[in-house]
Every structure is written in structure tokens, then in C-alpha cells.
């Protein structure tokens, strides 16, 4: 059960039925002896049953209305406390792509050397600064998100067709990837989700470990879950990684789990290989 749900607990009925009950030993308790006693007994007696049930009814119409008010409004504040942990997600997501690209980007300038190098420089600190904008002025979006009081405002989820965006974006900076989409008939939106999450999190690592390399992308599906596999052919000679928090592959293997789902990350020759398995649910 979850914490803090309204429960429906209508008593209005078990207190009519015990003063009916209680009218009822009463009444098998009274001695008429006359015709007309017995007629106004039976008559306080019915009066007292209509004004019981009609208290029983107007009790139980207006605790429904006050329990489908509270659950209507417990069921808006889990959907912004849901939202808003979406959103802290996004922030690291986020976070990580545009420091990673501006950190590839800086040490990628300042390896060139040759008559190209001053051009590379100037491109750099021109990707530098688009990025640095783009994320500044993103972050101060969600962040005015988070603040507000009020609820935090939906916004569309990453679906299969956001994917072309995620890889070019790890193509902006400067990591060769390319995307191999299968056949995937319907997939239900809480796995396409999770599917642009596990894609964007595995080139972000790319971004920052292995520089200016080259990646595959593969989704299919494989009987009842979607498969996403991420491979890179590691970093070039002299790259030096550029490591971030430690978080995202333990975030996005919990999330993968919570699913029921797998998540595997591990070397593979000179790169790195991670492999998600997610159910789809709206299929099994």
C-alpha cells in the first residue's frame, strides 16, 4: 500500500444498523395495550428508521466526496513528486553530457598541433560556448522547476524517435556513432524511455572515457523485453579519460532493475560494451 493514500472507511452505515437494532430490542421491550399506542410506537418507530437512513445516506454521499477530494488531490502531489525526481534525473543527465562535451572538446583543441590547429581551436571554444549556454540556461529552467511551489509541469517523454538526437548529439562531440534500429512494433512508453535513458548515459561515458572514438548503437527486440546495446572501440592513443560522478551506471542499473530488467557494462577488447535488457511490460 502506498504511504499516505487516503483510505475509505465508511461508518455512517455500522452506526445506523446499531441504532436500528437498538430500536428494534427497544420496541420488542414496550407493552402496548391499546390499538392506538401500538400505531404510535410502530410510527416513532418508522420515523426514526427513515430519519436514521437518510442521515446514513447523506453521511456516507459526503465522506465519498471528501475521501475522492483527498485521494484526487494525494494522487496530484505523487505525480509531481514523481515528475520532480524525473526532473533531479534529467539534471544529471544533463549535467554530465554538456561538461563532458565542453571537457572533450577543451582537450581535444589543446592536443592539435600543425597548421589546422588554430582553426580547431576556434571551433572548440565555439562549441565550448554554445554548449556552455545551452546547459546554463537549461539547468536554470529545471532548477525554477524544482523551486516552485506549485506543481512541476509535464513535459513529453523520450520515445524510440528522440534516438537519431541523443547519437548526433555524441556525434557533436566528436564521437563517430552510428544507430541500428530494429523492427520494434509497439513498445510501451515507460521502455522507450528507458531505452533513450540507457542510450544517452552509455555515449555520455563514451563522451568522457574514450574522447574522440567510434560507437555502435543497436536496439532490437528479443521475445518479450527491448535489447539496447552500446559498444565503443575505446579511446585513441594519448586520450586521457575524463571521469564524472560515478553515479549513472548505478542509477540506470537500479532503474533497469526496478523493471526487472538487466544492465551489463563491461570491457570488451580495447572499449567498452554495456548491454540493457528491458522488459516490456505492455506486452507480456
Known sequence: MDSGRPRWRPRAWLVALFVLITVALALTTVGVARPVATWVVLGVAVAITISVVGWAFTR?????????????????????????????????????????????????????????????????????????????????????????????????????????????????????????IDELDDVSPGAQLTVCAVVREALNNTVRHAGPTSARVSVHRSQESVVVDVRDAGPRSGWRPQPGAGHGLDGLRQRITALGGTLHAVPEGNGFRLTAHIPDRERL
Do not use: C, F
Open 60 to 180: 456516507t454521499r459526503t465522506q465519498r466526496e471528501r475521501y475522492e477530494n483527498d485521494l484526487a488531490a494525494w494522487a496530484a502531489e505523487r505525480a509531481t513528486q514523481i515528475e520532480r525526481l524525473r526532473i533531479a534525473a534529467d539534471l544529471h543527465d544533463l549535467v554530465s553530457h554538456g561538461l563532458g562535451l565542453i571537457t572533450v572538446r577543451a582537450a581535444a583543441a589543446r592536443s592539435v598541433t600543425g597548421p589546422d590547429g588554430e582553426a580547431e581551436r576556434v571551433s572548440a571554444l565555439a562549441d565550448v560556448e554554445r554548449t556552455s549556454r545551452e546547459t546554463t540556461t537549461e539547468l536554470r529552467r529545471m532548477l525554477n522547476v524544482l523551486r516552485s511551489p506549485g506543481a512541476a509541469p509535464l513535459r513529453p517523454a523520450d520515445t524510440i524517435d528522440d534516438l537519431p538526437a541523443i547519437v548526433k548529439a555524441a556525434n557533436d562531440a566528436r564521437v563517430t556513432a552510428s544507430l541500428d
